[in-house]
């Protein structure tokens, strides 16, 4: 009697560990797998829009678009997702960004699973709020100066690092961390999965100012990071503390 009960008890934690084991961690979220990437504004072609400044290794992470109009008047317009993903961060970094919406995605290409973020920054007005599910085309915002920091623009990235967060110090401004976001969409405005969703990371980053998880090697993780999720669990993001440093003022 003394044996089976013996027996039971650890038929059970054994049941327990298994569960443990399958149970989806609390550092990953499901969301909807893109199936296909649009432009930002003047969906889905940017209609209407050219870029001002383009990407540039080193110097621009990303591109910046404003209204064929000229001026501000593309003050206030709309901004959308480039694809179905889950928000990550949405709001207001002050500094260089301003109002700050960054977008995690996944989806199927070379029957691999990727990740890539995208970013939109100096927004007038944030649409959306941290972990609510986009699909592609849904607003997320409107174009902004950054509280008057610059002329109406939608500075908008697509990284393959997605342990950068708003804190780019530590990440080489380069194709190790950043795709060119025009060479990123053109081959992909249709990709295969839809309706079927996938695990994704989040808490990559913390708002701490430090770009990475404490303890976190970021130029390891760029190295890992767009084919490979990370294995273990990251620490929780640290209590916002309000300090906020970003590296310049110019457009980032
Ligand atoms: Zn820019």
């Given at each position: 009697?003394?044996?089976?009960?013996?027996?039971?008890?650890?038929?059970?934690?054994?049941?327990?560990?298994?569960g443990l084991v399958g149970a989806p961690s609390a550092q990953t979220?499901?969301?909807?797998?893109?199936?296909?990437?649009?432009?930002?504004?003047?969906?889905?072609?940017?209609?209407?829009?050219?870029?001002?400044?383009?990407?540039?290794?080193?110097?621009?992470?990303?591109?910046?678009?404003?209204?064929?109009?000229?001026?501000?008047?593309?003050?206030?317009?709309?901004?959308?997702?480039?694809?179905?993903?889950?928000?990550?961060?949405?709001?207001?970094?002050?500094?260089?960004?301003?109002?700050?919406?960054?977008?995690?995605?996944?989806?199927?290409?070379?029957?691999?699973?990727?990740?890539?973020?995208?970013?939109?920054?100096?927004?007038?007005?944030?649409?959306?709020?941290?972990?609510?599910?986009?699909?592609?085309?849904?607003?997320?915002?409107?174009?902004?100066?950054?509280?008057?920091?610059?002329?109406?623009?939608?500075?908008?990235?697509?990284?393959?690092?997605?342990?950068?967060?708003?804190?780019?110090?530590?990440?080489?401004?380069?194709?190790?961390?950043?795709?060119?976001?025009?060479?990123?969409?053109?081959?992909?405005?249709?990709?295969?999965?839809?309706?079927?969703?996938?695990?994704?990371?989040?808490?990559?980053?913390?708002?701490?100012?430090?770009?990475?998880?404490?303890?976190?090697?970021?130029?390891?993780r760029a190295l890992n990071k767009f084919t490979a999720p990370p294995?273990?669990?990251?620490?929780?993001?640290?209590?916002?503390?309000?300090?906020?440093?970003?590296?310049?003022?110019?457009?980032?």
């Amino acid at each position: 009697m003394r044996f089976l009960r013996k027996y039971a008890f650890w038929l059970l934690l054994s049941c327990l560990g298994a569960g443990l084991v399958g149970a989806p961690s609390a550092q990953t979220a499901r969301t909807r797998l893109a199936d296909g990437f649009d432009q930002p504004v003047g969906k889905p072609d940017a209609e209407g829009y050219y870029t001002s400044r383009r990407f540039r290794p080193g110097y621009h992470m990303g591109e910046d678009w404003n209204g064929d109009s000229g001026g501000n008047t593309d003050l206030g317009k709309p901004v959308y997702s480039t694809a179905n993903g889950l928000v990550v961060l949405a709001r207001d970094m002050r500094m260089g960004w301003g109002n700050l919406v960054i977008i995690r995605h996944t989806f199927l290409e070379d029957k691999q699973m990727k990740t890539v973020d995208s970013v939109y920054a100096h927004l007038d007005k944030i649409t959306v709020r941290e972990n609510q599910q986009i699909v592609r085309g849904q607003q997320v915002g409107t174009i902004g100066t950054a509280h008057g920091l610059y002329p109406a623009h939608l500075h908008f990235e697509i990284r393959k690092n997605i342990y950068i967060g708003y804190n780019q110090r530590g990440f080489g401004k380069d194709y190790s961390n950043y795709f060119s976001p025009g060479a990123f969409i053109a081959p992909r405005r249709k990709l295969s999965g839809t309706g079927r969703s996938a695990l994704v990371a989040v808490n990559t980053f913390n708002l701490e100012g430090q770009g990475a998880p404490p303890g976190e090697d970021p130029t390891q993780r760029a190295l890992n990071k767009f084919t490979a999720p990370p294995a273990s669990p990251l620490q929780a993001p640290a209590k916002k503390t309000g300090v906020f440093r970003v590296n310049r003022f110019d457009d980032l």
